[in-house]
Structure formats: C-alpha cells, structure tokens
C-alpha cells in the first residue's frame, strides 16, 4: 500500500502508526539486517520505529538508528517517494502497540553507513530490540522479513536497490 499522508485510514478504522525505516548500506552495497529479541525463529528486519508527535522523519530515523543499532555513524542519501503501508495481521493487532493501530504508514530512508563494523551495537542500547545483526544483498531482504512486511521490502529493493552501485563507487573513490 502506497500513500502520502503519516497516518489515518478508513472511517472507524484504527489509524495507522507513523513510522520511519533505514536501509542501511555499508561501503560495499550490503543493506543491514537485524533479528528482533521478541519474534522467535530467523525473522530479520530493517531499523525501524516510531515517529514521536511533532517530530520530522528525518529527526526521528536519526534517533531510531541511535536507539536501535546504537550508532549516528551514517548519512541520508535518499529518501522513499511515497510512504509504505503495512497492515498488522489480526492475531496480533490487538496486542501489538496496545491495539491502538491497525499497521505502520513509514517513510524510508537509504543511509551510509560511516563508520566501522564495532559501531554496531545493538545489544549495548537501552531497552534493546535486537538480539543480532548482519550485512546481506539488499535482493534478499524481502525473505527475512515476516510475511505481513514483505510487500515493502520488496518496494524497498526496487525504489533503493539501484543506490548499491553508486555506495561501492563513493567507496572506491573515498
């Protein structure tokens, strides 16, 4: 689902919760992945999280990143055109953010990373999400992911997919 406003829905629906997500590249075009604490199994996910009320998108993936893999060592290199939508499957709507939204409505940001491997820690952050975290081809995220998620994933690998050429080239060039 594609759609430009941050959050609402159909009338009497739960609204959508407005978001942010990284696709964060390292010098040679890998996209990091993350495995949540809280979802069993080989679920990988990109950094993503809420917007705070007043926050701008920009301030808020700067502190998800921060919150969630415990570094700022990156630059913004584009952003999605639209915002991306995805619905909760109904099983966990009612627990997941304490039933008051039906999905997340996010924009997304490409970022490169610039720092080193060991500025990486998403264990060493208050409240951590993540258990671990890896570097894959950016082609494959879409089968990381839960399946309610996949359909943005794979938006993603189409909308940033064609920056992988132009991260190992700034990388070759310093």
Wanted: glycine share 10%; charged share 30%; proline share 7%.
């Amino acid at each position: 689902m594609i759609s430009r406003a941050p959050t609402g829905g159909e009338s009497g629906a739960r609204p959508y919760r407005p978001g942010v997500g990284a696709v964060v590249f390292d010098s040679s075009g890998r996209v990091l992945v993350a495995r949540r604490i809280d979802t069993p199994g080989e679920a990988w996910q990109l950094p993503q999280g809420g917007i705070d009320v007043g926050e701008d998108p920009r301030a808020a993936i700067v502190r998800e990143l921060a919150e969630e893999i415990g570094t700022e060592k990156f630059e913004i290199i584009a952003e999605s055109a639209d915002w991306l939508a995805y619905e909760l499957p109904e099983e966990i709507a009612g627990r997941v953010w304490d039933g008051r939204f039906r999905g997340q409505r996010q924009k997304w940001f490409a970022v490169r990373f610039t720092g080193a491997d060991s500025d990486i820690a998403p264990g060493a952050v208050p409240d951590p999400e993540f258990s671990d975290w890896k570097w894959v081809a950016i082609e494959i995220i879409p089968e990381t992911v839960v399946s309610f998620k996949r359909a943005v994933y794979e938006r993603l690998v189409v909308e940033f997919g064609p920056l992988v050429e132009s991260v190992r080239a700034r990388a070759d060039h310093g």
